[in-house]
């Protein structure tokens, strides 16, 4: 009898140690308002956690998402479980691993929605085994995302290289640019369907510090 008392209290014990856990990790943070998109395609209303903890929150958001759905239950989700969500007003969307051929990690992940239109225009702080967060861009005709650092230092001037490059050995002849030079030369011809931000990038009315205004002046002037 004191033997079967004693188990009750051991196991008692350790339920109140991991309810206390759970309660812990969720006073961290306070559910707000959203949705998940399932894999079946349904948007589902729910709420989802916001971690006080501002450095949690920001990685949180782009890897793993806590919710409460309608009979209050919790459970966390990865980028392979659900298409995309919104928390608040910012919608995120869910790229799995395979969609992705530079992508190591098996779980995918969330990318922000900068731009929405005839051309998206997404962000991600974190990257595998990177320092740089990435841009992920794409126009409805295009099958697969396209994927820039975020720092425009060096990788679109290499991205630009490896699109020009075989014509530029071709010709015989090797210009050096800076990293600005670059960018606007790779998104002039990126956006060479619409004359307009084309030519705004080579005046150099736009430029890497306004990615999000170039992509939104493509959707708002070039119809």
Not at 62 to 75: A, E, F, P, V
Not at 206 to 220: R, T, V
């Amino acid at each position: 009898m004191l033997k079967s008392n004693h188990q009750n209290r051991f196991k008692y014990s350790i339920l109140l140690i991991f309810l206390l856990a759970t309660l812990r990790g969720f006073a961290q943070g306070d559910f707000v308002a959203g949705s998940i998109i399932t894999l079946e395609r349904d948007t589902v209303e729910c709420e989802l956690l916001v971690h006080k903890n501002k450095r949690k929150e920001r990685k949180s958001a782009y890897t793993l998402i806590t919710i409460k759905d309608s009979t209050s239950q919790i459970r966390t989700l990865n980028a392979k479980q659900v298409l995309g969500y919104r928390k608040g007003n910012k919608v995120y969307k869910a790229f799995r691993p395979s969609s992705l051929k530079t992508y190591v990690e098996p779980n995918g992940f969330f990318a922000l929605y900068l731009v929405k239109g005839k051309v998206n225009l997404l962000h991600t702080p974190y990257w595998p085994r990177q320092v740089l967060g990435k841009y992920l861009f794409k126009k409805q005709r295009e099958r697969g995302y396209n994927v820039i650092d975020d720092s425009f230092e060096q990788r679109v001037a290499d991205a630009d290289a490896s699109r020009s490059g075989a014509q530029l050995t071709d010709l015989g002849r090797m210009e050096m640019e800076s990293p600005e030079q670059a960018f606007r030369k790779f998104f002039a011809n990126y956006f060479r369907d619409c004359a307009v931000v084309a030519n705004k990038l080579k005046m150099g009315l736009h430029g890497s510090s306004d990615i999000e205004a170039l992509f939104k002046a493509y959707n708002e002037e070039c119809r």
